[in-house]
């Protein structure tokens, strides 16, 4: 079965850079759509946006102008880069297979990883 | 956006007891809506998809109805590993949006 397992820096400095991994095992990458979430702590969850293996890719308006996400079909990942992160980027970050075809779901999603924004 | 209520936020149930979550969308979003279990620490797991879809390996003891606006995640016989917190989610349009969880807690 597929697992997701994301991976990157648990501390970044604000007006910096936040870059995760997402290592998909059990699968390929290939023919699937691939998106990042996140959670900040105690709070609800926010999409920020997907990728598909074709190099569509579409994101969460309220972040759009900072994030990229990209797609590595040779080492099975996936990547998010978030710029200009404050004290309110500080999150769980999730990653999950976003099955898209006559309807939509997340499923199955990687473990998270929190990041922190914190000088 | 489309904006995704949850109501109750928080509920205490005991073992054996009947609990309904509703979720109500902002516009209508037809049957495109899933819902997640989330326990502390833990991922979103995948519950019901497309309003009312089983995910392979979630207990009949769950289920999900509704269309348009207005649906619901009831759970017959509430187990012990079923204390935890669920949210719904849009699929009809991006961005994907979330309603703010329900946690069902032990009474």
């Known amino acids: 079965q597929v697992q997701l397992q994301e991976s990157g820096p648990g501390l970044v400095k604000p007006s910096e850079t936040l870059s995760l991994t997402c290592s998909v095992s059990?699968?390929?990458?290939?023919?699937?759509?691939w998106s990042w979430i996140r959670q900040p702590p105690g709070k609800g969850l926010e999409w920020i946006g997907y990728?598909?293996?074709?190099?569509?890719?579409s994101s969460n308006p309220s972040l759009k102008s900072r994030v990229t996400i990209s797609l590595d079909t040779s080492k099975n990942q996936f990547s998010l880069k978030l710029s200009s992160v404050t004290a309110a980027d500080t999150a769980v970050y999730y990653c999950?297979?976003?099955?898209?075809?006559?309807?939509?779901?997340?499923?199955?999603w990687g473990q998270g990883t929190l990041v922190t924004v914190s000088s | 956006d489309i904006q995704m209520t949850q109501s109750p936020s928080s509920l205490s149930a005991s073992v054996g007891d009947r609990v309904t979550i509703t979720c109500r969308a902002s516009?209508?979003?037809?049957?495109?809506l899933n819902w997640y279990q989330q326990k502390p620490g833990k991922a979103p797991n995948l519950l019901i998809y497309?309003?009312?879809s089983l995910q392979g390996g979630v207990p009949s003891r769950f289920s999900g109805s509704g269309s348009g606006t207005d649906f619901t995640l009831t759970i017959n016989s509430l187990q012990p590993e079923d204390f935890a917190t669920y949210f719904c989610?849009?699929?009809?349009?991006?961005?994907?949006?979330f309603g703010g969880g329900t946690k069902v807690e032990i009474k």
């Open positions: 999950a297979r976003d099955f898209n075809a006559y309807a939509r779901w997340l499923d199955p």
């Open positions: 516009q209508s979003i037809s049957i495109y």
């Open positions: 989610q849009q699929s009809y349009r991006t961005p994907l949006t």
């Open positions: 497309t309003a009312s």
């Open positions: 990728i598909h293996d074709s190099g569509s890719t």
């Open positions: 059990g699968g390929s990458i290939s023919g699937y759509y």
